[in-house]
Structures are given as structure tokens and as C-alpha cells.
């Protein structure tokens, strides 16, 4: 688009050129019509008045009067002056206008005139441009007969009135295409100004942009094509800036949290080693002690196997997320709720109720990782907060659906509950470090809420529901 839009940019002197050019050309094919029509009106007239000059020539010989007369029709000169001969052929001059301009007068006799006047056809006006004198000329050489003689009519005039007009014509062409191309000259070196200055600046800004130095200001102009082009390099930096940041944070915490999980590791595998350094000395001698590193290496392992279960857990969720993946199932949660549920049922003293509507809709799902959530959930609440008692609910409010998981255990403070969705953050205190878990639950549990487009938060409870999860889901 912003291509297009510099194209559009440059285009207008080029519009400019192709209307002078037209305008230009459009006049002079003015010019040579009118000069075409006017010499055609002129050819027209010449032939008229010759022919009356004729006819008054040979009254006046057959009267015998004097060409006193004829020559009055030429005393007053009009606006083109003219030379005006006629002559026996063969033989002497019999005519010839005397208030002549003398340079008409010797016109005549140049031979190249004289050729002219030669070569034509009988009657028919010749019209030339006069390099010496600067302007157009009309000849014509016309015979006739009269008492059994041949006469000759010759005449030269100086056409003043169409050259000045053709000059001023192309005078006005010459000017109109200077101009035009003085301004196509202007609005050239105009538009290049208002992109090169603009331009270097903007080049300035992007070279430091392109260094890393993300902070470095983009010079915007006012207006013009470069403005747009300047807001969107200005935007692509703030967008790059805000990305390089995120990645930082994400180095940051992807160091932290295989750091925190190669801790998480190394408790459990040094007391599966050192039950297997004790089974290597001697303790399969001794019942108890051997009863005892057996206990060891099977809780070592199932925190080894939690902990890779989770590993994958979050890997899988990354996947969908970096592939943005949405072609999830249709569920209930009151059904994946149920089936979490069941693997709690064993507990004699731990009580789970599942509640949900009757109109309760479909809404698409992972139930896997759903299920999962559900279960890290219960987990934390019998395990961790040490309830009995455990409910989920499901309420359909406006398009949403929102899920309670509630129980009567200790609580959590207030304090604590945004840090409980960050990774590898357990709650401070003793009776937690005694129980298995590497404090990765919640952040799963977080995650999958977000990859079904919802949100997960801990709300007040009551004096039964201490510690109250709300996760609301869009239908």
C-alpha cells in the first residue's frame, strides 16, 4: 500500500508533463489550422482581386484610358504591402504599382522568386516563409490574353498580419512549455526534498535500530508519504523492543527454572543413590534398614516420576500454544470434573461434590490436559491444605462458564496467591517440606486455563470454603 502510495506521489509531475506536452501540442495543431485556413481565405481573396485588376486592365486598354485608375486601388496600402507587375510576355512592363516598399519591388527579380512564379500551376497563390525578412510571403503569376496579346500578372505580398500572429503563437508555446517544465523542474526537485530530508533522517534512525539501540527516536515529519513510513518503522521497533524484552524474561526464567529444577532433581536421585550405597553395604542384612532404603527409593522415584510427568505436561502445552492449535473437542466439565474426581475416591476421609447445571453447554476442550488441571487441583487441596471436604461447581453466567473448586482445608494468605502460579514456588512452611512435590502443579494448571482462552484466580472463601479456586472459561 505504501508503495503504491509513492508511486501515486511521483506520478503527479509526470501528470504535470503529459498536460503540458498535450496543451503544447494541442496549440500548435491550432496554429497550423488557423495558418492552414488563413492562407486558404487569402489564396481566395488574391484570386478575386487579381481578377478584378484584369478585368479593369483590359476595359481600360479597350477604352484607351490611362491605368490612373488601376493604380488608385493601390494607393492606399492596406495592412500587408504589396508589389503588383503586368507585362507583355515577351515584352515590356505595361503596370506596376508605384507606392511600393522597395525590397517588394526587387523581390520580382530574384531569380529564385522568379522561379517560383514559373513553376506553379496557372492562378494558383504560393505562400513562403522569408528567412532574410522574417516573415511569411504570398506569390502568384497569372496569364491572360486581351487584343490577341499575352500579358502576365505578378505579385508579391508581404503577409505582416499572419506572421506576427504565428510568431506571437509560438512565442506563447515557447513560454507555456518553459513554464510547464519549470514547474515539472520544481515540483520534482520539490517532492525530492520532501522525501530525501525526511528520508536521511528516517535512514539515521533505522541504522541505530538495526545496532540494538531500540530507544534511539524516529523522526516522524508532519505530513507526507514518509510520516506513514516513519510510524510504521517507529512501531516495528517498539514491537521488536517489546519483544526482545519478553525473550530476555524468557531466558531469565528458563535459566532459573532448570536451574530450579536441576535442585528439584538432585534431592531426589541423592537419596535414591544413597539407598543404593546403603544396599551395596550391607543393608539387605538387616530387615529394617533394608525395609527403609526400599521406602527411599520408591518415594525418590515417584517425585523422579511426577516431575518428568510434569516436564512433559508443559512441553505438550508449549506445543499447542507455539502451534496455536484450537481444534479442540466438545466436553462437558462437569463430566471431566467427575473423572478427576475418581482418582480420590479412595481416600476414606476426603469427601468430593460435583455440582453443575441442567442447561450446562459444550464447550471445545483438551479434556486431557482439562482433566489433569482438575486433578493438580485436588491434589494440592487434600495434599497441601489438608481438606476433607471438596467442592466443584459449575455456574453458566452471560456466555461464560465459570468453575469453583472449593475446600475446607488451611487456607491460603493473601499474600501468597499470585505467587502460587509462578514455577517451582511452593508455601512457606514446614509441614510443605515434608510432603512430595516440586511446585510446578499450579503453573500447569495455569497454563492449560490459558491456552482454553480462560482465567484462573483465588478468591475469598467463607468460614467452611477456605481456599476457593475460580476458573472462568469462555463458551
Known amino acids: 500500500m505504501m508503495v503504491k502510495k509513492i508511486q501515486l506521489y511521483w506520478l503527479f509531475p509526470v501528470f504535470v508533463v503529459v498536460l503540458v506536452v498535450a496543451a503544447v501540442v494541442i496549440i500548435d495543431l491550432q496554429i497550423n489550422y488557423f495558418r492552414e485556413s488563413y492562407f486558404s481565405a487569402l489564396r481566395q481573396e488574391i484570386n478575386l482581386r487579381n481578377q478584378l485588376i484584369i478585368d479593369m486592365f483590359r476595359t481600360m486598354e479597350k477604352s484607351g484610358i490611362s491605368h490612373a485608375d488601376l493604380q488608385s486601388v493601390f ?35 530574384v531569380q529564385r522568386i522568379r522561379n517560383i512564379l514559373r513553376g506553379p500551376a496557372h492562378d494558383e497563390v504560393i505562400f513562403e516563409f522569408n528567412p532574410y525578412f522574417k516573415t511569411y510571403f504570398a506569390y502568384n503569376a497569372e496569364t491572360f490574353t486581351h487584343k490577341n496579346t499575352r500579358y502576365v500578372l505578378l505579385m508579391a505580398e508581404q503577409c505582416e498580419s499572419v506572421t506576427r500572429l504565428i510568431k506571437l503563437s509560438e512565442f506563447a508555446v515557447f513560454v507555456l512549455s518553459a513554464m510547464g517544465f519549470v514547474l515539472v523542474g520544481w515540483l520534482i526537485f520539490f517532492f525530492f526534498r520532501q522525501l530525501r530530508s525526511p528520508l536521511k533522517r528516517l535512514k539515521v534512525s533505522t541504522r541505530a535500530i538495526a545496532g540494538g539501540d531500540f530507544d534511539y527516536p524516529v523522526y516522524i515529519p508532519r505530513s507526507g508519504v514518509v510520516k506513514e513510513i516513519a510510524v510504521s518503522v517507529r512501531d516495528m521497533a517498539e514491537h521488536l523492543k517489546g519483544q526482545i524484552v519478553q525473550l530476555k524474561k524468557f531466558e531469565e526464567q528458563r535459566r532459573e527454572f532448570f536451574g530450579a529444577i536441576s535442585h528439584a532433581m538432585k534431592t531426589p536421585l541423592t537419596g535414591i543413590l544413597s539407598a543404593v550405597e546403603g544396599i551395596e553395604q550391607g543393608a539387605l542384612d538387616n530387615p529394617e534398614y533394608r525395609n527403609e532404603c526400599i521406602k527411599a527409593i520408591k518415594i525418590q522415584s515417584q517425585r523422579l516420576s511426577g516431575l518428568l510427568h510434569d516436564f512433559l505436561s508443559i512441553n505438550t502445552i508449549e506445543l499447542y500454544e507455539s502451534k496455536k492449535i484450537r481444534d479442540f ?75 469453583f473448586i472449593c475446600d475446607n482445608g488451611c487456607g491460603i494468605p493473601v499474600a501468597e496467591r499470585e505467587l502460587i502460579f509462578e514455577r517451582l514456588y511452593r508455601l512457606a512452611n514446614k509441614k510443605n517440606e515434608l510432603i512430595p512435590g516440586n511446585g510446578l502443579g499450579l503453573v500447569i494448571v495455569k497454563r492449560v486455563v490459558e491456552l482454553h482462552n480462560g482465567q484462573i484466580s483465588v478468591v475469598d472463601g467463607n468460614e467452611v470454603w477456605k481456599t476457593v479456586f475460580k476458573i472462568s472459561l469462555e463458551n
Do not use: W
Request: with cysteine.
Open 75 to 109: 494607393t492606399q496600402q492596406g495592412e500587408n504591402p504589396l508589389v503588383l507587375k503586368i507585362k507583355q510576355i515577351g515584352g515590356p512592363v505595361v503596370f506596376e504599382t508605384s507606392s511600393t516598399p522597395a525590397h517588394l519591388r526587387r523581390i520580382l527579380s
Open 329 to 403: 473437542l466438545p466436553v462437558y466439565i462437569s463430566e471431566l470434573l467427575e473423572e478427576a474426581a475418581e482418582s480420590f475416591r479412595h481416600h476414606p476421609d476426603v469427601h468430593i461434590e460435583v455440582v453443575s447445571p441442567e442447561d450446562e453447554p459444550e464447550i471445545p476442550g483438551n479434556p486431557v490436559l482439562l482433566i489433569q488441571a482438575f486433578e493438580n487441583l485436588l491434589s494440592n487441596a487434600v495434599m497441601h491444605g489438608c481438606a476433607d471436604r471438596i467442592r466443584c461447581e459449575v455456574q453458566y453466567n452471560c456466555g461464560n462458564l465459570d468453575i
